[in-house]
């Protein structure tokens, strides 16, 4: 391979780049997980998490992917044979769902074209002909990280609310968790599925189930099998700051600074923040002439935009020229989308200038790759940034002013 000065852009939607502090963090030696000293480091991130995933309940952290918290959510509250009841938003709620079946889980899915968010009304529709309540659990994706689409979860927990019917919500926050708006007891969700390397601005590795009362009861009973994903064990250990076994330390001190920093800016920032960079990016891909893989925009992800090519060209002609000409990769279609749409990933540790530059990244690829397109997307993003600078210095002016 050829060197290449500067860094890297990381430009995927997850694993997300991770900024010096946490680096640093991780960077600690390794210390006792028996000790005093990370039974205290333990209750910090465990105390401090429930604010991220606005929360009062418990929240259980694997050393997993998210795929482990997948598995967690339903092998805690689910036995051999339940119904669950999940919405085809593209390809990780259909990866959810395989998982679901491999588990002996009978998966209802309710299937859509991977440019919507769940439509809450499917939902109700499914749970009220469900009248001997066979469904156990009603699973969704919050951000659809392959598509850019984000669902209401609010709507969805309004529409089960409607029929009464009992089954549990469980939720997959990985892709919108610290970057989009996500009120667990609010919206009463059951089970939270979340990982470390998006939002959290952390590398793979960690994994989270966030848990409400209901969903411990449902536990009691559970009857798949588990062993490492066993919640009763986790939250026993978690009392004295502790874990049935040993855990991720150094990725516990990079957790903990990442919930330092997400406090020091404050979460309604961050997604102000992961709000104007979205709407940059948008911005962006509209000037180009190119269409937003999201079909409706009050839909539209504020992690980040998937992108749909000009007929007849290629998503992974795109993202290989801009690799090996400008150092910067970005995201693949995936599933039965792979090579028609490419997803520019805009959460996590990101600033203004990061965003130009990850936008001017694609439009020179663009030219690079001979893909038809107009010219000054990026101009319009930064336009828009800079509009956006202006109103917000104009308005703490006012504020002083008062």
Known sequence: MNYSSGRHFLQIPGPTNVPERILRAIDHPTIDHRSAQF????????????????????????????????????????????????????????????????????????????????????????????????????????????????????????????????????VDTISSLASIDYQADQWGVDVTVAGSQKGLMLPPGLSFNAISEKALAASKSARLPKSYWRWSEMLESNKNGFFPYTPATNLLYGLREAISMLQE??????FKRHA????????????????????NESEYSN?????????????????????????MSLGSGLGQIAGRVFRIGHL?????????????????GFAAANIPHHAGGAQSAMSYLVGQ??????KARSTRAA
């Not at 659809?144 to 409607?162: C, H, K, M, P, Q």
């Open 39 to 170: 039974a205290h480091l333990a209750r910090e991130c465990l105390d401090g998490l429930k604010a991220i995933f606005k929360t009062q309940q418990p929240i259980v952290i694997y050393p997993a992917s998210g795929t482990g918290a997948w598995e967690a959510a339903l092998v805690n509250t689910l036995s051999p044979g339940d119904a669950v009841l999940m919405y085809e938003t593209g390809h990780f709620a259909a990866t959810w769902r395989k998982l679901a079946e491999a588990l002996g889980l009978k998966a209802q899915f309710a299937a859509d074209d991977w440019r919507n968010g769940v439509r809450a009304e499917a939902i109700e529709a499914a749970l009220a002909a469900d009248s001997g309540h066979a469904i156990k659990a009603v699973c969704v994706v919050h951000n659809e990280t392959s598509t850019g689409v984000t669902s209401d979860i609010a709507a969805v927990r309004r529409a089960i609310d409607r029929t009464a019917h009992p089954a549990l919500l469980m």
């Open 265 to 270: 800016e404050g979460l309604e920032q961050v």
């Open 276 to 295: 104007r960079h979205a709407e940059a990016t948008r911005r962006a891909v509209r000037a180009w002439g190119l269409e937003l893989w999201a079909r």
């Open 303 to 327: 992690s980040l935009t998937a992108v749909l090519m000009p007929q007849g060209h290629d998503e992974r002609t795109l993202r290989s020229t801009v690799l090996e000409k400008f150092d």
């Open 348 to 364: 996590g540790h990101f600033n203004d200038l990061m965003l130009c530059g990850t936008l001017a990244g694609v439009e020179m």
């Open 389 to 394: 600078q202006s109103a917000q210095s104009n």
